[in-house]
């Protein structure tokens, strides 16, 4: 092989080593700008002493921890982990949407986890 032939296969090797660090380096940015502007919100029931609650985590960390049923006096947890998740999706959905993560009383109630709003007042 002449050295004409050596450099001409030098440089194309070195373009190829260039055009592929440049690809990685624009792949790696845009991943960075995705995680940045992106979040991954999730709904996890827990079991609690006092029952059921659930979490809602943003990317794995704890967003929200509602060991208790919101809203309603006292410190009283779901009785099942389908009751915790009905209200976690409501709250879950909210978070989504942008808007204040909350639920009433009236709607606990109206979902059929507490009791009637008149007997929490007495």
């Known amino acids: 092989m002449t050295k ?9 090797y070195g373009l190829i080593v260039i055009v592929a ?3 990685v380096y624009f792949t790696y940015q845009e991943r960075v700008k995705w ?5 991954l919100v999730e709904l996890r029931p827990i079991q609690t002493p006092k029952g059921w609650g659930y979490d809602i985590l943003a990317n794995g960390r704890v ?3 509602q060991p208790i049923i919101p809203a309603i006096p ?18 879950y959905a909210q978070v989504m949407a942008g808007k204040m993560p909350m639920v009433t009383a009236k709607e606990v109630q109206d979902m059929g986890l507490a009791p009637a709003l008149s007997s929490l007042h007495k």
């Open 4 to 12: 004409k032939k050596s450099f001409k296969k030098g440089l194309l």
């Open 63 to 65: 967003f929200i921890h």
């Open 35 to 39: 995680k940045k502007e992106h979040v």
């Open 21 to 23: 660090g440049v690809l």
């Open 74 to 91: 006292g410190d009283t947890g779901f009785r099942t982990k389908e009751d915790a998740l009905a209200v976690g999706q409501k709250v």
